[in-house]
């Protein structure tokens, strides 16, 4: 019964962001496995933030009814808007023809070690327990939230005792944990591990989604796949796949976002724009992080809308990309300004006055970047394959002055640079502690988007990549 419960839990999930995948992109745009990933993304994002926000107003079976409501609704406004919901039989049939079976042998082989993947990710989810913030920060949360109908106690935001779970950290995962509990009738933090599994599949098709956008084929599509699963903190360890923590969910975020982004940057496509700026402004809703990421992406929207100058008389359509992550942003930072969290700052207040005094820690700063970067037990290879062909795509950029392939980098670089920086304003006196604590997560954030370079640069070398023909 318990995984029948939690098997409606998840429909209803998925159904919310399919329906707002389809109205915010025509379904012609999308693939199955594209469909799939951004179903779980915004349905964990419609969920999670219906739960918060009908919360102020009803808890219990009513807040968990009206949120079914929502997503059964946005699941058939999404329907109707691809025009099949007059044609129930032709729209299954449709759907059976886009399911994006394999048409090749090497399309099997992908297929065969994503499948792998996915098994051993979830075998590890089940195997481990959940990691630190995983465990006190997120499902702690998720357990009150559980014990009170739905709902957060506003108590708990300025509770003394209650620091240790971070409570100015956005809500996206622990109440979209607290709508599984609401279904199976109860905390279980096995079963909320399934979660986990499904954010890795959905990074695997995305990077499958971003390899088709990007132009690559071929023995090309299996580099992505295999760096990652060669990297061993993006299996297992804090902020991994498998820890609980929100560091990898962010990172399929951004991969997403990215994947768009790029799409406008090619096509000058303002439905996948728009796609990008709802997709970031869930990443604000996951993590404080995703305030930097959406940073770094509306600088790079910036740059690509002064790039083409016909772009000028659409700034209304930059501004409508930015909207959903300022809403996010301008309401989660108000309502913790209000509720006042008692926890210390990590960092000093952001100004040039700091920045002047503390700039001679860059040097440790650096080195000690430079050394996670080639950290073998955290990275293996990765780092390192990523490193050349950053550098052969800025080269082959500045050689044919195609902005894309300098774009795609950019989005790596530019948070990179930012998530460094940020320690010249650390708050403890040993700052290389700080940054040796937390910046190997920090890295999770851009590596799925870091692990479609060297397919590109490849594709750039065989003329059949990012660039085009």
């Not at 745009?29 to 102020?56: Q, R």
């Not at 929502?70 to 099949?84: D, F, M, N």
Request: charged fraction near 15%.
């Amino acid at each position: 019964m318990d995984f029948l419960l939690l098997a409606v839990a998840l429909c209803l999930l998925m159904l919310a962001g399919f329906g707002l995948s389809l109205l915010l992109l025509p379904k012609q745009s999308l693939g199955a496995t594209e469909l799939f990933a951004l179903s779980l993304l915004f349905g964990s994002a419609v969920v999670s933030s219906a739960l918060f926000v009908s919360g102020f107003l009803i808890s219990g079976a009513n807040l968990r009814w009206a949120v079914a409501a929502l997503c059964v609704s946005l699941g058939v406004a999404g329907w109707r808007r691809a025009g099949r919901i007059a044609d129930v039989p032709s729209a299954i049939g449709g759907w059976m023809a886009r399911t994006e079976r394999p048409r090749s042998k090497s399309g099997w082989w992908l297929l065969a070690l994503n499948t792998a993947q996915v098994a051993v990710i979830t075998w590890l989810s089940f195997v481990r327990v959940l990691g630190w913030d995983g465990l006190l920060n997120f499902e702690s949360k998720a357990r009150v939230a559980f014990l009170n109908g739905g709902v957060i106690p506003l108590e708990l935001f300025s509770d003394p005792s209650r620091t240790w779970t971070h409570q100015s950290y956005p809500l996206l995962l622990p109440l979209t944990e607290t709508w599984l509990y609401l279904w199976i009738g109860r905390p279980d933090q096995e079963l909320v591990k399934i979660l986990f599994p499904l954010f890795f599949a959905a990074a695997l098709c995305l990077v499958l989604a971003g390899n088709r956008r990007l132009g690559l084929s071929g023995w090309r599509v299996f580099i992505a796949p295999v760096l990652i699963f060669a990297a061993p903190l993006l299996l297992v360890g804090d902020g991994s796949a498998s820890s609980g923590y929100a560091d990898f969910p962010l990172a399929v975020f951004y991969l997403a976002a990215v994947i768009w982004l790029m799409e406008f940057w090619r096509r000058g496509d303002f439905a996948a724009l728009r796609l990008a700026g709802a997709l970031l402004a869930g990443a604000c809703w996951l993590k404080q992080e995703g305030l930097i990421l959406w940073l770094c992406l509306m600088a790079l929207m910036a740059i690509r809308w002064m790039i083409d100058r016909s772009a000028w008389r659409n700034w209304r359509q930059l501004l409508i990309a930015a909207l959903p992550g300022l809403v996010v942003i301008a309401t989660w930072r108000g309502f913790v300004r209000l509720m006042n969290p008692p926890g210390g700052d990590e960092f000093l207040p952001i100004s040039l006055n700091t920045l002047q005094a503390n700039l001679w820690r860059l040097p440790g700063i650096i080195r000690a970047v430079l050394n996670e970067l080639a950290n073998w037990r955290h990275w293996g290879m990765f780092w390192i394959a990523i490193s050349l062909a950053t550098a052969w795509l800025i080269l082959s950029a500045l050689r044919q002055k195609r902005s894309e392939p300098a774009g795609l980098v950019l989005a790596v670089l530019m948070p990179i640079a930012l998530y460094s920086g940020v320690y010249v304003f650390s708050i403890w006196p040993d700052f290389i502690g700080h940054l040796e604590s937390s910046f190997p997560r920090l890295l999770i954030h851009v590596a799925l988007v870091a692990s479609l370079l060297p397919g590109v640069a490849l594709g750039q070398e065989s003329s059949t990549g990012v660039t085009g023909k």
